[in-house]
């Protein structure tokens, strides 16, 4: 390998292992080696340090997949709804399951709201809760309703956040 391959491919490195900071030094580094062990194989199968390169593309999209697998599995360690929701919101416009993700929670989580809105108001304003129809045949019914309505749609909305980052996570491009 000549001086300038090295010199372009040592840049090149460099730069990804920039772009992957926010991965763990030593999962950088196991990229980066491993980047660097294929870049010298092609190099010395008669590649140019360019062709080799350009095989790999640019940085940012070769760590692309690193930082996002990386990003998945933070989220789905994090058990923290919004977390997921968050990193489920930053990859929605690559992926239909990262989206179909999003809207389900959406959907459960605004239904969850409601359900304990309902139920405030119900202690609040009582009067107007009787405006719904068939409310007024639940009468005090309609507290057990409202609870299980809370907390059967929190249980979804995090439940469809979880399935959704484990489905990205499976994903073989993601590997």
């Known amino acids: 390998m000549g001086a300038q391959d090295e010199t372009d491919i040592n ?9 992957l900071a926010p991965l763990p030094a030593s999962e950088r580094e196991d990229i980066v080696i491993e980047a660097r062990a294929h ?8 590649l140019s340090a360019t062709s080799a390169l350009a095989g790999f593309g640019k940085a940012e999209h070769y760590a692309r ?13 994090s058990r923290r709804a919004l977390t997921m929701a968050k990193t489920l ?4 416009g690559q992926s239909l399951i990262a989206t179909l993700g999003l809207i389900a929670f ?7 709201i409601g359900a304990i809105a309902c139920l405030l108001l119900k202690f609040a304003r009582p009067e107007l809760i009787n405006l719904w129809p068939g409310s007024e045949r639940l009468g005090n019914g309609l507290y057990p309703v409202l609870v299980a ?12 956040l979880v399935l959704a980052l484990k489905g990205l996570k499976g994903r073989p491009d993601r590997e």
């Open 11 to 19: 840049t090149w490195l460099g730069y990804l292992e920039q772009v």
């Open 39 to 46: 870049l010298e194989e092609r190099v010395a199968a008669g």
């Open 65 to 77: 997949a690193f930082l996002d697998d990386h990003a998945l599995t933070q989220a789905l360690h």
């Open 89 to 92: 919101f930053g990859v929605a």
């Open 106 to 112: 959406l959907v459960f989580g605004t239904t969850t």
């Open 149 to 160: 309505i809370a907390v059967i749609d929190a249980w979804l909305a995090r439940f469809s």
